[in-house]
Protein backbone atom coordinates (compact mmCIF):
# COMPACT_ATOMS: atom_id res chain seq x y z
CA UNK A 1 0.00 0.00 0.00
CA UNK A 2 1.26 3.26 -0.79
CA UNK A 3 1.57 5.68 1.91
CA UNK A 4 1.85 10.34 1.39
CA UNK A 5 2.50 12.02 4.43
CA UNK A 6 0.73 15.35 3.55
CA UNK A 7 2.48 18.31 6.09
CA UNK A 8 -0.62 20.33 7.03
CA UNK A 9 -0.75 22.83 4.77
CA UNK A 10 -0.20 21.28 1.79
CA UNK A 11 -1.60 21.11 -1.68
CA UNK A 12 -3.80 18.46 -2.38
CA UNK A 13 -2.58 18.69 -6.10
CA UNK A 14 1.23 18.54 -4.90
CA UNK A 15 0.05 14.90 -2.44
CA UNK A 16 -1.56 14.16 -5.82
CA UNK A 17 1.45 14.34 -7.23
CA UNK A 18 3.95 12.52 -4.99
CA UNK A 19 0.96 9.91 -5.28
CA UNK A 20 1.21 9.57 -8.72
CA UNK A 21 5.24 8.96 -8.72
CA UNK A 22 5.44 6.44 -6.23
CA UNK A 23 2.49 4.41 -8.15
CA UNK A 24 4.29 4.67 -11.41
CA UNK A 25 7.64 3.79 -9.67
CA UNK A 26 6.29 0.51 -8.48
CA UNK A 27 4.99 -0.38 -12.14
CA UNK A 28 1.74 -2.00 -11.55
CA UNK A 29 0.10 -0.74 -14.75
CA UNK A 30 3.07 -1.32 -16.92
CA UNK A 31 2.45 -5.31 -15.20
CA UNK A 32 -1.10 -5.25 -16.26
CA UNK A 33 -0.48 -4.31 -19.90
CA UNK A 34 2.19 -7.06 -20.00
CA UNK A 35 -0.18 -9.74 -18.71
CA UNK A 36 -3.11 -8.43 -20.86
CA UNK A 37 -1.75 -10.73 -23.56
CA UNK A 38 0.81 -14.00 -23.47
CA UNK A 39 4.15 -13.50 -25.84
CA UNK A 40 6.04 -16.12 -26.51
CA UNK A 41 9.48 -15.93 -25.37
CA UNK A 42 11.64 -16.09 -28.65
CA UNK A 43 9.40 -13.54 -29.56
CA UNK A 44 9.80 -11.34 -26.92
CA UNK A 45 13.52 -11.73 -27.36
CA UNK A 46 13.06 -10.81 -31.07
CA UNK A 47 11.38 -7.85 -29.89
CA UNK A 48 14.35 -6.82 -27.73
CA UNK A 49 16.94 -6.98 -30.38
CA UNK A 50 14.93 -5.35 -32.57
CA UNK A 51 14.87 -2.52 -30.14
CA UNK A 52 18.30 -2.77 -29.94
CA UNK A 53 19.50 -2.49 -33.55
CA UNK A 54 17.19 0.66 -33.88
CA UNK A 55 18.33 2.30 -30.93
CA UNK A 56 22.48 1.16 -32.43
CA UNK A 57 21.62 2.53 -35.46
CA UNK A 58 20.27 6.09 -34.23
CA UNK A 59 23.87 6.42 -31.94
CA UNK A 60 25.55 5.66 -35.59
CA UNK A 61 23.80 8.15 -37.32
CA UNK A 62 24.66 10.74 -34.56
CA UNK A 63 27.87 9.98 -34.89
Known sequence: MIVIPIKEGENIERALKKFKRK?????????LRDRQA??????KKREV?????????????EE
Open 23 to 31: FEKTGVIRE
Open 38 to 43: FMKPSK
Open 49 to 61: MKKAVYKQKIQEE
